[in-house]
């Protein structure tokens, strides 16, 4: 499956609102620069108390759709 390293450096509230359902999609980017949108129900497993902060890599299937999101560093 096709994978790309997002960075996300998300505030609790943040964090919050999305749960909350403000919004669907979470507008990041990738290390070189490019854009990513990212479902926000993929924070689920991910938040923690201070938010989300590191570099992840989200997998995605063959048709762009979200699979899995794994941390693979800090900021």
Do not use: W
């Not at 943040?14 to 490019?34: F, K, L, N, V």
């Not at 993929?42 to 108390?49: C, D, E, F, T």
């Amino acid at each position: 499956m096709p994978t790309i390293d997002i960075v996300l450096n998300l505030t609790a509230q943040q964090c919050r609102s999305y749960y909350a359902g403000e919004a669907e999609h979470i507008h990041t980017h990738s290390p070189d620069g490019r854009k990513v949108l990212l479902p926000a129900r993929a924070l689920h497993r991910i938040v923690g108390p201070s938010g989300v902060q590191g570099i992840y890599r989200m997998t995605y299937d063959d048709n762009g759709r979200f699979v899995s999101l794994k941390r693979i560093g800090a900021l």
